[in-house]
């Protein structure tokens, strides 16, 4: 039961980049697959990323592949999310949540249990 805080929103320029971060606090940080989804007005979360407990591995879904990167520092208790290459389509809010080992793989919100409050990106000129 993990609490989570995203933070590094803001308003970006197209083509520029950002830096999320999720913040944990609580038991076993290093236990959890964490992941990345987002919610644009109107439309249901999409998941976007997710990563091992060790983050020796990461997955990422078609619409952001090749331009953002997810990481975890174990450490910090942080996960972060580095997005390059913003379009007007990734405006969003940005939440972090987890799940387990076994589950990793998917990028459905039904199979991750606690999230953050989110931090809102918007991508506009």
Not at 11 to 37: D, H, M
Not at 63 to 92: C, H, W
Not at 104 to 119: I, R, V
Request: net charge neutral.
């Amino acid at each position: 039961q993990l609490q989570l805080v995203e933070s590094g929103g803001g308003l970006v320029q197209p083509g520029g980049s950002l830096r999320l971060s999720c913040a944990a606090s609580g038991e076993a940080f290093n236990r959890y697959v964490i992941g990345w989804f987002r919610q644009a007005p109107g439309k249901e979360r999409e998941g976007i990323s997710s990563i091992t407990t060790s983050g020796d591995s990461a997955k990422y879904a078609d619409s952001v592949r090749g331009r953002f990167t997810i990481s975890r520092e174990n450490a910090k208790n942080t996960v972060y999310l580095q997005m390059n290459s913003l379009k007007p389509e990734d405006t969003g809010v940005y939440y972090c949540a987890t799940s387990f080992p076994h589950m990793y793989g998917t990028l459905h919100e039904a199979d991750f249990g606690s999230w953050g409050q989110g931090t809102q990106v918007t991508v506009s000129s």
